[in-house]
Structures are given as C-alpha cells and as structure tokens.
C-alpha cells in the first residue's frame, strides 16, 4: 500500500477529548473551565473554551491575560523571536 501524504484526513479534536477535559477541570459544574489554544493541521489557530460560571470565565481570561503579558514580557527581556524556533528553546 503506498503512502499519499496530500490524501491524509483533516485533524481536528474530537469534542468528547473537550468534554472530558472539561469534566476533569473541577468536581463540580459551577467551578469548571477549560480555555484551550491549538493549531489545525493548516495552521489556522483555534480557541475553544467552556465555562461552568461567569467567575470561572474572568479567572480564566484574566490568568490568559497574564500568561501572555508575561510571555511579551521574557521575549522583549531577552530578544527572543517567536517566529525562530531556537528562540523558544532559550526560555
């Protein structure tokens, strides 16, 4: 059988993976979050997120807004270009 790598199906995750990271996030329903960031197989950026609360939600984007400030924050620090993938490697 002879491999086509241009005949490979799209990749995307299943939604009962979200739901059961959703699930492990908290015991109870009101206290549950999940904000996850990934790549399709095409490169395009997807976001998904679920939240049991409004609380939850604001944590969530406030610990997200935080993430990335710090993250601009070490690359502005040490020059670090995120488009080269050594620069990731001297974090």
Known sequence: MDFDPNDI????????IFDKIYEFS????SSRGVLIAYLADNGQPLVYSRYGSKV???????????YLEELEAVSTIHG???GDEDGLEEL
Not at 26 to 29: F, L, N, R, V
Not at 56 to 66: P, Y
């Open 26 to 29: 908290s015991a109870h329903e």
């Open 56 to 66: 939850v939600e604001f944590g969530l984007r406030k610990a997200m807004e935080m």
């Open 80 to 82: 670090v270009d995120f």
């Open 9 to 16: 199906p799209k990749f995307e995750i299943p939604e009962k």
